[in-house]
């Protein structure tokens, strides 16, 4: 069973930054693909970014590409999104996902996710 812990959402002004985190427990991070998703009020949920447990390659979604950086840092059994250049359309609950399966291709692991909200 692996735990995920988001942080670092809230408030702040379109053009702002802000930089989430994504707390796993267990030994098998490193290993594990991470993403992020959000989903906004009467919207469905959205893929944002993903990052692969063994190449670290990184992949986003059009919405946030060149301004959603992915990173992840195993020793910390963490993984970052750093949103720059923020958009009032980027408000959404953001939730990190753990450990692609590749069956089903949905992730096995969610946590409880943390708000962003983007003022105009």
């Known amino acids: 069973q692996v735990q995920l812990v988001e942080s670092g959402g809230g408030l702040v002004q379109a053009g702002g930054s802000l930089r989430l985190s994504c707390v796993a427990s267990?030994?098998?991070?490193?290993?594990?693909?991470m993403a992020w998703f959000r989903q906004a009020p009467g919207k469905e949920r959205e893929w944002v970014s993903a990052i692969n447990g063994g190449s670290g390659n990184t992949y986003y979604s059009d919405s946030v590409k060149g301004r959603f950086t992915i990173s992840r840092d195993n020793a910390k059994n963490t993984v970052y999104l750093q949103m720059n250049s923020l958009k009032p359309e980027d408000t959404a609950v953001y939730y990190c996902a753990a450990d692609l399966d590749d069956v089903t291709n949905s992730f096995v692991y969610w946590g409880q996710g943390t708000q962003v909200t983007v003022s105009s």
């Open positions: 267990g030994r098998a991070f490193s290993s594990y693909s």
